[in-house]
């Protein structure tokens, strides 16, 4: 059985089969290209995709996966109606998991899960070289060395927009942010969108997520 396959009957993510594709097909022209860099996962949940970008990547590229491994912080004023009813919805409990199961979000000790989804996968952390990151983005996320790859899911107006101006300046050129809820939630876009009018090295692709590549 493929990883993407398996994380998928594991109900340990939400995308579809063509967005899980998409990510591997992305960090494997990384790696034919040559584009130096870590890979960041920005928002994990059960931990599918990232581990999809794990077993997509060379062993010796590092890839951080940064989440608050608990219930996701609340939006801000800058996310629409969309967003603040999602929101509402999860404080009040009513959230559904994958296929009946709890929601992520509920479970005691998320990221001790996450820990074992990886080794579930034969991706054991150390072996791997990937690390845990837990806290929000705005207290964590500082990338100081070159990425070549950000998957962000972090849903709301402004843990995007941390996500863009804090991995943009270190991506390498030929690297690419995806924005995997983009076409998801008003927050997410309008972040995208505003960050995107103020520079003159992104390229727009739509595949099954809005990938933004990095043209120098």
Avoid at 5 to 16: P, Q, S, W
Avoid at 80 to 100: K, L, M, N, P, Y
Wanted: proline letters at 6%.
């Amino acid at each position: 059985m493929s990883v993407i396959a398996g994380v998928r009957r594991a109900k340990l993510t939400y995308l579809e089969p063509e967005a899980l594709f998409d990510l591997r097909k992305r960090v494997r022209e990384i790696e034919s290209d040559g584009i130096p860099g870590s890979l960041i996962e920005a928002g994990c949940a059960l931990g599918g995709s990232a581990i999809v970008l794990a077993a997509s990547k060379a062993v010796r590229r590092p890839l951080y996966v940064y989440d608050v491994f608990g219930l996701i912080p609340p939006p801000s004023s800058r996310d629409g109606e969309d967003v603040q009813r999602r929101f509402a919805e999860i404080i009040a409990g009513q959230s559904e998991g994958i296929d009946g199961d709890p929601y992520y979000g509920y479970q005691a000790d998320l990221i001790r899960q996450v820990r074992s989804n990886f080794a579930r996968f034969r991706l054991p952390l150390d072996e791997n070289g990937i690390q845990l990151v837990q806290g929000l983005f705005d207290d964590t996320l500082h990338p100081s060395q070159p990425v070549a790859l950000a998957h962000i899911d972090g849903d709301w107006y402004a843990s995007v927009k941390v996500c863009l101006e804090r991995v943009w300046p270190v991506l390498a050129p030929g690297g690419a942010v995806i924005l995997d809820d983009y076409r998801a939630w008003s927050g997410c876009r309008d972040a995208t969108d505003e960050f995107a009018a103020t520079r003159n090295d992104v390229s727009r692709e739509e595949r099954s997520r809005l990938h933004l590549v990095k043209t120098a």
